[in-house]
């Protein structure tokens, strides 16, 4: 695993505090919503920003 760039983050953490409800804690159902919700030009960056969401979301859930 690597460390995950400044803007993933900032743009996951924002989408979070902005759009809790929305997202899950399935990596699928987050992709599909960032392509509703957000507008991100690159495949790689939404599925790295889902990812993300998907990760706080499960960590979240388990501590």
């Given at each position: 695993?690597?460390?995950?760039?400044?803007?993933?983050k900032s743009?996951?953490?924002?989408?979070?505090?902005?759009?809790?409800?929305?997202?899950?804690?399935?990596?699928?159902?987050?992709?599909?919503?960032?392509?509703?919700?957000?507008?991100?030009?690159?495949?790689?960056v939404r599925?790295r920003v889902?990812?993300?969401?998907?990760?706080?979301?499960?960590?979240?859930?388990?501590?």
């Amino acid at each position: 695993m690597g460390i995950k760039p400044s803007y993933i983050k900032s743009l996951g953490t924002e989408l979070l505090a902005k759009q809790r409800d929305n997202f899950s804690g399935s990596f699928d159902e987050n992709k599909q919503q960032l392509g509703k919700s957000a507008v991100i030009g690159s495949k790689r960056v939404r599925n790295r920003v889902a990812g993300y969401i998907t990760r706080k979301i499960n960590t979240k859930r388990h501590s």
